[in-house]
């Protein structure tokens, strides 16, 4: 299938399967003599399982981490991910029978079909289940390491510094990402996250630049302190990491 297709078929953009395929999350089995991205059904399975970790909130680097390694079991990880989604569905199950009570005005005060702690606490489990046993790449362990140590206070400074630089870009956005200023502040955030997570190399940082603009979450985090702080930065990493020309 074409990306066209598989975007409509999954409801993931085009935009979104460029993504994946320059992370190196999901690559294309084939591509056309013109260049474009051509999917297997390998292809597709493994779309689906992305899908499925990003249903419970893992972030993208760490769903890479696990489906890379040679450890990973796809049954297992799909039988766990059913069992969590199916305790999503009894929840809902829950606050739609209470909708239905409250609108037959049966004056029910009931808050448990509201509690969402034991969902968030599986969850939880799980993903240090998953990482434990399949995210094992030196700068995941480096993190963990580092950050074992950080208290209230430890995080928040680390936290300041992150808004401040964020902060730079945002009101450095009109430069040129190529000027001396704004490659100065790439290397400040390199050297941000090398201090105080992982030692970011240029390939690491390439990647983060892409999970910038890649991520709703990242960009939307991003974008608080400046509309098109995201993609300006994400600009700006590109050029210091020299990365090859995109795809079709």
């Not at 955030?189 to 940082?205: M, P």
């Not at 999970?211 to 979450?217: C, L, N, S, T």
């Amino acid at each position: 299938m074409k990306i066209s297709e598989v975007a409509k078929l999954s409801g993931v953009t085009v935009r979104t399967l460029h993504y994946y395929d320059e992370i190196g999350l999901l690559k294309p089995s084939d591509t056309t003599e013109a260049g474009y991205r051509v999917y297997s059904n390998k292809d597709l399975e493994t779309l689906q399982q992305i899908l499925f970790f990003r249903e419970l909130d893992f972030p993208l680097n760490e769903i890479k981490e696990i489906m890379i390694n040679p450890n990973y079991n796809k049954n297992e990880a799909l039988n766990k991910h059913k069992e969590l989604l199916i305790e999503k569905r009894k929840r809902i199950d829950g606050l739609i029978a209470l909708i239905n009570k409250t609108i037959k005005r049966d004056n029910i005060m009931s808050f448990k079909e509201f509690d969402n702690s034991k969902i968030e606490e599986n969850k939880r489990k799980y993903s240090e289940e998953v990482k434990n046993r399949w995210g094992n790449t030196d700068a995941y362990k480096e993190y963990e390491k580092k950050t074992s140590s950080y208290d209230k206070n430890s995080w928040t400074t680390i936290n300041e510094e992150m808004i401040e630089i964020l902060k730079e870009f945002a009101d450095n956005s009109n430069e040129d990402p190529n000027s001396h200023i704004v490659q100065s502040l790439v290397e400040k955030w390199r050297a941000y996250i090398t201090s105080n997570f992982y030692n970011c190399t240029k390939e690491i940082l390439s990647g983060l630049g892409l999970m910038y603009i890649g991520d709703e979450r990242f960009k939307e985090n991003i974008d608080k302190y400046g509309e098109g702080t995201a993609e300006f930065m994400a600009k700006a990493i590109e050029i210091y990491c020299a990365p090859h020309g995109s795809e079709k």
